[in-house]
């Protein structure tokens, strides 16, 4: 499930400017779903996916793909940020764990 601040995000990236029909708007909200759990899963378990954060973009960019046809390309496309973000979280949760944040 994800957030209407999320979903109004895809819509917007989408470049939506009338209000989907049910089957467009569940499509949608299942691309996202979709999407922040492969960012969760390669990047940051943690991940927020929000309006106007690196993962949102990212999420952004995943539904266009999804919707386009080519979602398998995503992975390969945006590998470099996926490690990127995935760095990252891995050194935050050291940090933590070390007692250093």
């Known amino acids: 499930m994800i957030t209407e601040a999320i979903y109004n995000m895809l819509l917007r990236?989408?470049?939506v400017t009338y209000t989907p029909d049910e089957d467009t708007a569940e499509r949608i909200r299942t691309e996202g779903a979709a999407?922040?759990?492969?960012?969760?899963?390669?990047c940051d378990p943690e991940a927020d996916c929000s309006p106007g954060t690196r993962?949102?973009?990212l999420l952004c960019e995943y539904v266009l793909r999804s919707e386009a046809g080519a979602a398998e390309?995503?992975?390969q496309d945006f590998t470099?940020?996926?490690v990127e973000i995935k760095n990252?979280?891995?050194i935050k949760?050291?940090?933590e764990a070390q007692g250093y944040a």
């Open 13 to 15: 990236a989408l470049h």
């Open 35 to 42: 999407g922040i759990a492969l960012i969760q899963k390669y």
């Open 55 to 57: 993962c949102g973009q």
């Open 73 to 75: 390309t995503f992975l």
């Open 80 to 82: 470099q940020d996926i």
């Open 88 to 90: 990252e979280s891995d």
């Open 93 to 95: 949760a050291y940090a």
